[in-house]
């Protein structure tokens, strides 16, 4: 119990304690799935309002950042007990570069599922995608994703492609012991936070911050250089006969109706002045929003 | 499979084309034919252009659901540690706003253990009905048991629409009801409209806030949304009639999970942004955590709270509690003061609640301005210590 206390209060960090780490040796190797996205580096996008076009600044792109923490729980957890880490994304062919990103990191393999049938896809068709991928990649113990990425921000494929593979997951989580066979995990939901254990297979999904993330080897870039990524596209994932596939935006359940630039507030104020009547201005301000009681007696310069 | 085709290929001007997609989808070869590749994301931006060059192929779905079998708008109400999270409030109060019109009914979703006492808030606000999951099973939230009993709801109720709060609970609960329904799930929206032939237009930022999307969910039901927190308003109602409460069974409901809660401790209490009338911001016009001294002098005379943008918290200034923006909270406020601010749309995304925005800066195109109800150019150093000293003289005189 004494031990517990100080995990809550030191949350997150990832030292451990050699002992610990030699209690959770596992007979077995553990395989490790870790999903990751290719996101554009900038979220500086802008609707054109009389054409609707998007501005969108560069070509640049990069690994979700929140990404880099599962892939770095995916290593140490490797480290700690054995076994393999595999990378998957899903995404054009250029989404290589963060599976090639995560293997200079010190990931064993890399998948991409690539086809124009996966574009457009919500929710519920990019879950499905990418679990179709899992289910073909074969076993696994753990799969983690980032708590949600830059651009979609919605936070839910982690979690919808454990409901689709059937297995528990863990959203938020900010700390991972191996056990046995289960994991002991803290998750943060925000107001209270869980500490508890989860059975193999099963998903997490990392809170930010909760690790440090390694950086990219030279070494270990230049031996995957040539390791080749494993790319599946729509035939490769097709379910059995008979079962109703969801790819892409046929298979999306949401359909985008408009996008519009965000609602500008009208009737604004820039008051410039010397630091003394900007001062005066303010306060004068604060009364007539009734914020700060008035006063008779209070008199302005 | 759908997609987006090009028509007549060769055109003039064709690095036009090229550069109005934003997913450089569009590529033209030297003599000016156009052709589109895998980037292509069916953004449909390109559609603008006229269907003589592109055109959008559509396989027509086939709808699996009966539209007319689902009615009603139910509300999850989020419930932890003894209490109901006061986002579900908001949520009920904005499913009546939209069932109002079209007599639907809202119906709350109760899931925990021993709800007994709950009882006499159900009155204060306008639901219809509320189903109750109880059952110590249910004491801490583990994902399996309790996305089964919103199964079993959807199952017994049908419902239409079903909201659920953006919160870290409801964002891991939603997508797995969500999946396990076969329909679609918008995430964290800003707005929400039910139209006459029961379709949910949901309203959400995308790209980081700097464009919001409106969002249906033609091919599912449920509509599925869950709902930003302190978007909504919630508002007690007086004299309202205790709605029909109905206690489910467990039978229906899975029982065995593969997670067991050790435990469950609540964050010790903070005083919160999301329940304070004034709200002084503070940017990277700061520059030093020495200079937050001044800061909390005026929010001191002022009973504000302090909230940082996310330079300042990602500098470990203060804890991410106290982050607004598209990476942290957002506020609601009746007045907003930004000091040092510059207004990136990250940042702004969380404010759009506040009543009233100040904003002091010293760069007068700080786009800060272009959100601010008042701006004032001029330097936070001279300005702050100024404000806090007239307030506090005038807290004096009184």
New interface residues.
């Given amino acids: 119990m004494k031990r ?1 206390n100080h995990r ?1 209060f030191f949350a997150g960090r990832c030292e451990r304690y050699i002992e610990e780490i030699n209690t959770n040796k596992r007979g077995e190797e553990m395989e490790i799935i870790v999903c990751l996205k290719q996101v554009p580096d900038t ?5 054109d309002e009389k ?6 600044e560069g ?1 640049r792109t990069k690994m979700n950042p929140f990404d880099l923490y599962a892939l770095e729980w995916g290593l140490r957890l490797k480290e700690q007990v054995g076994g393999r880490v595999r990378v998957l994304s899903m995404g ?3 989404a290589v570069a963060v599976l090639k990103e995560a293997m200079s990191m010190g990931a064993d393999e890399g998948y991409l599922l ?4 996966f ?2 896809a ?3 068709a990019t ?2 995608t990418l679990a179709q991928g899992i289910k073909k990649m074969g076993s696994y113990d753990v799969i983690l994703c980032g708590k949600q990425t ?2 979609g ?8 492609v ?3 593979l059937k297995i ?5 989580v900010r700390d991972i012991v191996p056990m046995n066979d289960c994991f ?1 995990v803290e998750a ?12 193999m297979p ?1 998903l997490l999904t990392i809170e930010k911050d909760s690790c440090v993330p390694r950086l990219p080897s030279y070494l270990l870039r230049k031996a995957s250089q040539n390791r080749e990524v494993t790319y599946w596209n729509l035939s490769d994932l097709l379910p059995k006969k008979n079962e ?1 596939a ?5 298979g ?11 609602p ?2 009208e ?10 009547e ?6 004068r ?2 009364q007539r ?1 009734k ?3 008035n ?1 008779e ?2 008199t302005y310069e | 499979m759908s997609r987006i085709t090009v028509k007549k290929s060769k055109v003039e001007h064709a690095q036009f084309y090229v550069d109005s997609c934003p997913f450089q989808a569009i590529t033209a070869d030297s003599e000016g034919y156009l052709s589109i590749n895998d980037q292509c994301r069916i953004c449909k931006l390109c559609l603008k252009f006229g269907p003589d060059l592109f055109s959008f192929e559509e396989d027509i779905p086939v709808n699996t659901f009966h539209q007319t079998q689902t009615k009603d708008i139910a509300v999850f109400l989020e419930w932890q540690h003894e209490k109901i999270h006061p986002m579900s409030w908001e949520l009920v109060c904005k499913a009546r706003e939209m069932a109002e019109p079209f007599q639907q009914k809202v119906i709350g979703i109760l899931v925990g253990a021993s709800l007994e006492k709950h009882k006499e808030e159900f009155s204060e606000y306008p639901l219809d009905e509320v189903v109750i999951y109880d059952s110590p099973v249910l004491k801490y939230f583990r994902i399996e048991p309790y996305t089964a009993a919103i199964i079993d709801f959807i199952e017994e109720y049908h419902p239409n629409v079903l909201l659920i709060g953006a919160t870290p609970l409801g964002r891991s609960l939603a997508p797995r009801v969500a999946i396990a329904s076969k329909t679609g799930l918008t995430a964290d929206c800003t707005g929400l409209e039910l139209r006459g032939n029961g379709a949910l237009i949901q309203t959400r930022p995308a790209f980081g806030g700097n464009i919001m999307a409106q969002i249906k969910t033609p091919m599912g039901r449920p509509q599925m949304a869950t709902v930003r927190p302190h978007v909504m308003n919630s508002k007690k109602v007086v004299n309202c009639c205790l709605p029909k409460i109905k206690h489910r069974s467990l039978e229906y409901v899975l029982q065995n999970s593969r997670i067991k809660v050790l435990e469950s401790t609540l964050k010790p209490p903070a005083q919160d942004l999301s329940e304070a009338d004034i709200v002084i911001a503070v940017g990277r016009g700061i520059k030093r955590p020495e200079d937050l001294r001044m800061i909390q002098d005026l929010a001191q005379s002022l009973s504000a709270v302090v909230a940082y943008s996310r330079p300042l918290i990602e500098a470990g200034w203060a804890d991410s509690r106290f982050q607004i923006g598209l990476s942290g909270r957002s506020i609601q406020p009746k007045l907003l003061v930004t000091i040092g601010v510059s207004g990136a749309v990250q940042f702004s995304a969380g404010i759009q609640g506040a009543d009233y925005i100040v904003a002091i800066n010293s760069d007068p195109d700080a786009p800060i301005f272009n959100i601010a109800d008042l701006g004032f150019v001029g330097d936070c150093y001279e300005i702050v210590p100024r404000v806090s000293s007239l307030l506090q003289s005038f807290n004096k005189e009184r």
């Fill in positions: 517990k809550f979220t500086n996008v802008e609707v054409t609707g076009v998007l501005k969108r070509t054009p062919s250029q690539s086809d124009r049938a574009a457009g919500d929710v519920l879950s499905y830059t651009d921000d919605t936070a839910q494929v982690g979690p919808a454990a409901e689709w528990p997951h863990i959203s938020q002991r943060d939901y925000g107001e209270f936070i869980q500490i508890c254990e989860i059975q099963c109703k969801f790819f892409g935006l046929d999306s359940a949401t359909q985008v109706e408009r996008i519009f630039p965000p500008k507030k009737e604004q104020k820039i008051f410039r002045g010397t630091s003394t900007i001062s005066f201005e303010f306060v301000q604060l929003l914020l700060v009681e006063d007696g209070f």
